[in-house]
């Protein structure tokens, strides 16, 4: 989840919401690449997920990376609830899955270095206190009552509003991880082709990721439980937004949506005023209820942003959100799969000239064929594996003309951060279809041999 926006003035005239977003427009050489990813604690002797307080605890974890690696902290309330450093920031989710939220990097070599950095350090701090972390989609086996909620006011509102709006949204703040890629644009028409490319793929994100076949104990019948839960959480803020592919898309419809999402909260002065389901149109007019007279600032345009959850979010960059949280090797394969093709004009024109004649209908029913079965979705004649087949040599191609190289040369590009990828296109198996194996097989329907097998 989001930190606090800040900087920006009043807003005065409607225009500041689209300029907004096309100050984010960057020449290419200067885009970048930020990873996020999230993974689930717990304690190693219970396996019961970490509270936030205590001497083993999120907080205790927060501390000791701030103490030994430098990281500068985040309050609220008086509470550390997060971390900052160079770019980074590390941040809790609402029921306390730990993410790191990475720097603006150049290569998929430098953001995979900060990677597996920030696991090394994670890692080394939570054996000593006898905790570790876990990389999975969904919560194999724990319940709502046993996931806290982290003491951030965001989170108190969510949660009261989430009980009201569809039926998923408590599971996604509490039991649900996942990994994400931003990247930038160049311009409103290169957002355009990068929105509708990056939502028409997403579902087949969401299949090569797929890694929570379980909940609550057992096997959910899903590959992707997580995708699952987006699909009725709120549909005002989440979902395939088919407006995107019309005529005339670009920066001001993307206002025009985003103002119609009701609004959570304005922050004010460190804390969260309640502005549950009103409305960010009667806030430009000095009407908001909760801030009677008042006028926003661009930060709580920004803000405001950060509270709608498609697919594929479009900020001053794009969001890819498709995914399941997942292993190691994973986390770097997810931001290499998406800048192959993004980062390359010639790979995102072959991207979109593969999905360009899907309808609405049939994205959708790929995203929920996706999330049931993975790579053996099928929709309207369009194979899910041969699809990802082509999509990943795409994307392959896409970095083989970046041409960056890592290890000061001796790696001549990025296209081996793929190779998980591809060993999921050759077996039609992804991570789900692995702990499925286990499960039903070794494991002999012991769950639990999850968090041993698959830990960080």
Not at 276 to 302: H, N, Q, V, Y
Request: aromatic share 10%; glycine share 10%.
């Amino acid at each position: 989840m989001s930190i606090p926006q800040s900087g920006g003035g009043p807003i005065e005239h409607h225009d500041q919401l689209a300029q907004y977003l096309a100050d984010g427009c960057k020449p290419k050489e200067d885009w970048r690449i930020g990873t996020e990813h999230e993974k689930f604690g717990y304690c190693v002797d219970t396996l019961n997920p970490l509270p936030y307080e205590g001497s083993r605890s999120i907080e205790a974890v927060l501390g000791a990376l701030r103490d030994r690696h430098a990281w500068g902290e985040l309050r609220e309330g008086g509470k550390l609830i997060g971390l900052k450093k160079d770019g980074a920031n590390i941040s809790l989710e609402p029921g306390g899955a730990l993410e790191l939220s990475g720097a603006p990097l150049e290569t998929i070599h430098e953001t995979c270095d900060e990677v597996n950095q920030h696991l090394r350090e994670v890692m080394d701090i939570a054996k000593e206190i006898g905790v570790s972390f876990i990389g999975l989609g969904a919560a194999p086996h724990w319940m709502h009552e046993d996931m806290p909620l982290m003491p951030k006011g965001r989170y108190k509102l969510m949660d009261a509003y989430m009980g009201k709006v569809g039926t998923m949204g408590r599971v996604m703040m509490r039991r649900t991880c996942t990994v994400q890629v931003n990247l930038d644009f160049a311009s409103e028409a290169d957002m355009v082709q990068k929105m509708r490319v990056a939502i028409a793929l997403q579902p087949v994100a969401a299949a090569l990721f797929a890694n929570s076949p379980f909940f609550e104990g057992k096997v959910n019948g899903h590959k992707s439980w997580r995708s699952r839960v987006w699909r009725d959480l709120d549909a005002d803020r989440t979902g395939m937004i088919p407006f995107i592919f019309e005529e005339g898309f670009g920066f001001e419809r993307w206002v025009q949506y985003a103002l119609d999402v009701p609004m959570y909260f304005v922050y004010r002065d460190g804390k969260y005023i309640d502005a549950l389901g009103m409305s960010f149109r009667d806030f430009l007019k000095g009407k908001l209820p909760a801030l009677p007279g008042e006028i926003p600032t661009l930060s709580d345009w920004a803000d405001h942003l950060t509270t709608a959850f498609p697919e594929a979010r479009a900020k001053q960059y794009i969001e890819m959100r498709g995914a399941d949280g997942g292993p190691w090797r994973r986390l770097c394969a997810l931001p290499a799969f998406w800048v192959g093709l993004m980062y390359d004009q010639t790979a995102l024109d072959a991207a979109w000239d593969l999905v360009k004649d899907w309808t609405a209908e049939q994205r959708d029913a790929l995203r929920v064929a996706a999330s049931v079965d993975g790579l053996q979705a099928k929709v309207d004649g369009i194979d899910m594996h041969e699809t990802a087949r082509e999509v990943v040599a795409i994307s392959h191609a896409g970095l083989e003309a970046r041409a960056r190289p890592g290890a000061g040369g001796l790696i001549p590009d990025e296209t081996h951060f793929l190779n998980a990828l591809h060993e999921s296109i050759e077996t039609g198996k992804v991570p789900a279809d692995e702990l499925l194996d286990r499960y039903h097989g070794d494991w002999d329907g012991d769950l639990k041999q999850v968090f041993a097998e698959y830990s960080y």
